[in-house]
């Protein structure tokens, strides 16, 4: 079974860090680009992340960039995110997700069920 | 950046009924959308790709249309476990990717 299973989050204070980790099992992860989304509360789904599969090139959203490093482990079938420099509006689930393996379709066909961050002194 | 944008916000509708729900893109995506259901509490289920295409394993009671910049998602006899959000992405122009704010259906 394809699984995504996200963990790190927490409560954290304005200008903290956090890594959030999301370990993926049933496929082989190094085929795979992988996204991070996130989804404020009450809110839709905001596109913060993309990590390309063979050669580990990374994009960011303008909301996150320079704060925010997607980065992977293919032996620990690991991806992440670290977030530095945290602010109230970051507060959000965040979801990891997989991108279709075929060249030049860059939709999410499985969703991890996420992890809470709370940026709150 | 491509802008997304969904209508209607909210739609009240009863079991059974069919319903579309619309996504514009503010230019041209060509058919590279996806639709996403996202049910409360839960995390998005990938519905559609390719405009029209569905995904393994879901019913034929969705299909999706359109290209360009307007696509439309139709359920064709609403269950109760239809009722949930639903976003639209475009995948032809990133990044970033870009989503719908969605479009909430709700039992009447």
């Known amino acids: 079974e394809v699984q995504l299973v996200e963990s790190g989050g927490g409560l954290v204070q304005p200008g903290g860090s956090l890594r959030l980790s999301c370990v993926v099992s049933?496929?082989?992860?190094?085929?795979?680009?992988m996204n991070w989304v996130r989804q404020a509360p009450g809110k839709g789904l905001e596109w913060l992340s993309y990590?390309?599969?063979?050669?580990?090139?990374?994009y960011y959203a303008d909301s996150v960039k320079g704060r925010f490093t997607i980065s992977r482990d293919i032996a620990k079938n690991s991806l992440y995110l670290q977030m530095n420099s945290l602010r109230a509006e970051d507060t959000a689930v965040y979801y990891c997700a997989r991108i279709s393996p075929e060249i030049g379709y860059y939709y999410m066909d499985v969703w991890g069920k996420g992890t809470t961050v709370t940026v709150s002194s | 950046e491509i802008v997304m944008t969904q209508s209607p916000a909210t739609l009240s509708v009863s079991p059974g009924e069919r319903v579309t729900l619309s996504c514009r893109a503010s230019?041209?995506?060509?058919?590279?959308l996806a639709w996403y259901q996202q049910r409360r509490g839960q995390a998005p289920r990938f519905l559609i790709y390719d405009a029209s295409t569905r995904a393994t394993g879901i019913p034929a009671r969705f299909s999706g249309s359109g290209s360009g910049t307007e696509f439309t998602l139709t359920i064709s006899s609403l269950q109760s476990e239809d009722f949930a959000v639903y976003y639209c992405?475009?995948?032809?122009?990133?990044?970033?990717?870009?989503f719908g704010q969605g479009t909430r259906l709700e039992i009447k």
């Open positions: 992405q475009q995948y032809n122009n990133w990044p970033p990717i870009t």
């Open positions: 230019q041209s995506v060509s058919n590279k």
């Open positions: 990590i390309m599969r063979s050669t580990s090139t990374t």
């Open positions: 049933g496929f082989t992860f190094s085929s795979y680009s």
